[in-house]
C-alpha cells in the first residue's frame, strides 16, 4: 500500500538522546537523516530543534510535503497532537506541550503524531508481516485473509500496537498497552519488568549468581552461543524466562483480539532462545473446576517462520460440506489458527512505514 504513492512525508524517529529526522515516498526513505540531540530536558532547546530538523529536511526536498508524521514517546493524547505524562526522556513535556498543533501552525502542514508501537503494527499491517503472510497463503490457493494483527515490540520496554479489520486502533485515550498487564510469576508486579532489555540483563544477574555484571542482552546471547565467556546455562534461562514472561501476555491479548502477532525490536535477534517458550506459553492449557482442560488459546498457534509450520497453516482443515437437503456444497475450514512471526523489515523501518501511511491514509480519508 502507497508504495507507487509519489506524495511525500516529514518523519522524526523521537528517541530520548537523538532526534532523526528525514522523508518518505512511496514506501522508501528520500533523503539522508539528520540527526540532532533530542534535549528533552529543555522545552524550548527540544522545540527549536525540532524546527531546525524539519527545515532542514524540506529545504532537501524537490517537491512540497503533504503532512508531517512521527512517533513520539507517551503518555500523550495523540489525535490531537498533545503530549505530556511521565515521560522519561521528555520531562519538560511532562506538563503538556501541543506539539502538533505548534508544528502544524509552524510548517501549515497537517501533522500526525502516534506511539511508535502503534505505528510498528501499522507499518507491518500495510507493508511488512501481514500482506506477506496473505500473499504467501494465496500462493497455495487458500481463501483464507487475515485482517488483524498484534505488534509487540521488545526493547527497553514491552509495547504492543493493534490493527483491526486492517484499521489502526487507538483506542478511547490513546492507551492501547500492554506493560501493565500482570506478570506471569509475580501478580503484583506489571509485565514489563520481565520483557525488556533490562528484564534480560537482570535474570542472567540472578541465575548466574552475578547480579553487578555489565552484560547488554546482545553480549548474554553471545554467551548463550558461546562467543563470549560467561555463564551459558544462565544465559539460555534468562532468554527462556523471557519468553515465558511474554509469551503468557501475548496469549491474553491474542485472546480478546483473535489476532496474528508480529514481533520486532533488537532483542529478536535471539529469537531462536526465547521462542519456544513463548509458543510453549500460548499453546497451553487451562482448567475448570471440574476438572476439564481446554486450551488456553481457542486458536491453533503456529510458528510462521518456520516454514513446515507455516505449510500446515496456510492449508488449514478445509473440506468440501453439503448444504443439507441439497447437492450443493460449501468450502468449510474448522481450524481456527493464528500464528507469530518475527518482522523481516525491523522495528524501525516498520514504526517509520507506519507513520508514513498513517498520514496518507488519513488525508485520503479526509478528501
Known sequence: MYRFDKRVVITLDAGGTNLVFSAMQSNEFIVEPITYPSAGDDLDKCLATMVKGFEEIISRLDEKPVAISFAFPGPADYPNGIIGGYLPNFPSFREGVALGPFLEKKFGLPVFINNDGDLFAYGEALAGALPEINSRIAAVGSKKVYKNILGFTFGTGFGIGMVIDNRLNRGNNSCVETFCLRHKDLSDIYVEEGV?????????????????????????YDVAEGKREGDVKAALRAFEKFGEIAGDAIATAVTLTDSLVVLGGGVCGSSKYFMPALL?????????????TLPRLPEKVFDLDNEEEFAQFAAGSARPLKVYGSDDTVIYDPMKRTGVIISKLGASKAISLGAYSFALTELDARS
Open 196 to 220: 525488556a532489555i533490562r528484564a534480560i540483563k537482570r535474570l542472567y544477574g540472578e541465575y548466574s549468581g552475578n547480579p553487578g555484571h555489565d552484560l547488554e542482552p546482545k553480549d548474554i
Open 280 to 292: 510453549r506459553q500460548m499453546r497451553g492449557e487451562l482448567h475448570s473446576l471440574r476438572g476439564e
